[in-house]
């Protein structure tokens, strides 16, 4: 997704451009963005990011595993979560995209993730399982590759990938914050892979 395409925090702010007090998701984008990238760091950053989604969605799940293991012991998820439709970005990702389950990936890359990691992720995608949707949390966005890859995933087999960057999740957590609902922004990010999406 990209973050350029919805408001800034700024907009989200009382009519009085009064700044509201400082909360925990003012906190969680300050920690994210004094957390740096790369290898040695990657655990700090995957708890950080199991935080963020518990702040933002935590209310919307009724089950949470991190580093979920497949039952052939090939795949590890860094996070999934059982979904209830209680917004309507949600009934539509299990109802539409018919994706009970929801996986989160934490990808703490110094640079924008590849075609590679789109299609790691995309292989933990099962639809007899109920699980088509995942979101990847990469520290600087998505490549045009990568973003080419996650387009293809949901044009041949309805597999909705979506990359979040720390923009996009700071947007989301000032939103939370102002008590608007950050999952408004995520139908953002659905709509533009769908409205633009090529046969």
């Known amino acids: 997704c990209d973050g350029s395409t919805s408001p800034a925090p700024q907009a989200l702010l009382s009519i009085d451009n009064v700044r ?68 309507d970005f949600w009934n539509f990702i299990i109802n539409e995209v018919q994706s009970r389950y929801v996986v989160f990936e934490f990808k703490n890359y110094c640079y924008k993730i590849g075609q590679g990691q789109i299609l790691t992720t995309e292989k933990y995608l099962l639809g007899h399982a109920l699980r088509k949707c995942a979101f990847v949390f990469s ?40 008590g608007s609902d950050p999952t408004d922004y995520l139908f953002q990010c659905a709509d533009k892979v769908f409205m633009t999406l090529s046969r």
Not at 54 to 65: N, T
Not at 144 to 171: F, Q, T, W, Y
């Open 20 to 87: 509201p007090p400082l909360t925990e998701g003012h906190d969680l984008c300050q920690e994210l963005h004094a957390l740096a990238c790369g290898t040695k760091t990657w655990r700090k950053f995957e708890d950080l990011a199991e935080r963020m989604v518990d702040y933002l969605f935590g209310e919307h799940f009724l089950e949470k595993s991190r580093q979920k293991i497949t039952d052939d012991g090939l795949s590890r998820y860094d996070l999934i979560v059982r979904a209830t439709p209680q917004t």
């Open 139 to 178: 520290r600087n966005g998505a490549s045009p590759s990568a973003d080419k890859m996650a387009r293809g995933a949901v044009r041949e087999h309805g597999k909705l990938i979506i990359v979040l960057s720390d923009d996009d999740l700071c947007n989301m957590l000032h939103m939370k914050d102002s």
